[in-house]
C-alpha cells in the first residue's frame, strides 16, 4: 500500500467536502458530522459537477450541478441509475494529516509528491 500525503484534515469543515489535488488526481474529500472521512473523484460521474461543492447529508452527497445523490460508503447512485462514484481509500494520521492510500499497481501520480487543497470555493 503506497500512501500520500492530501493535506490537514482540518481544511475539511465538519460536514462538508472539499477538493484536494494530487499531481493531475483531483479528489472531493468529505468529512460528515456523524464521523469518518471519504473521498472521490473530485468531477461528477454525471456531468462533471463539483462534487466536493455539493451537499452532505450523512453519508450522502447531492452533486450541485443537476441534484443526483451517492452514497459514499459504496458509490452506489441513490435514486437514479447512472453511474457510481469512484471511491478513494483515505485515512488521517494521528499528527491530523489525510493520507491516500493507494494499491502498488494501481495507476496514479508519480512519486513526485505535489499535493494542495486547491482555492475553496465558498467560505467555510
Ligand atoms: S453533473 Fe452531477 S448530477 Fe449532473
Not at 450523512?58 to 441509475?81: F, M, S
Amino acid at each position: 500500500m503506497r500512501t500520500r500525503q492530501l493535506g490537514p484534515l482540518r481544511l475539511v469543515a465538519l460536514g462538508e467536502g472539499r477538493c484536494f489535488r494530487l499531481n493531475t488526481l483531483e479528489l472531493a474529500v468529505f468529512r460528515p458530522r456523524e464521523g469518518g472521512v471519504h473521498a472521490t473523484d473530485a468531477a461528477c460521474p454525471h456531468k462533471g459537477g463539483p462534487l466536493a461543492d455539493g451537499i452532505l447529508g450523512g453519508c450522502v452527497v447531492v452533486c450541485p450541478l443537476h441534484g443526483r445523490k451517492w452514497d459514499l460508503t459504496t458509490g452506489a447512485p441513490i435514486g437514479h441509475d447512472g453511474p457510481p462514484l469512484r471511491l478513494h481509500r483515505v485515512r488521517v494520521r494521528d499528527d491530523g494529516e489525510l493520507l491516500l492510500e493507494r494499491e502498488p499497481e494501481s495507476p496514479g501520480p508519480t512519486s513526485s509528491v505535489e499535493s494542495a487543497p486547491t482555492e475553496p470555493s465558498r467560505d467555510a
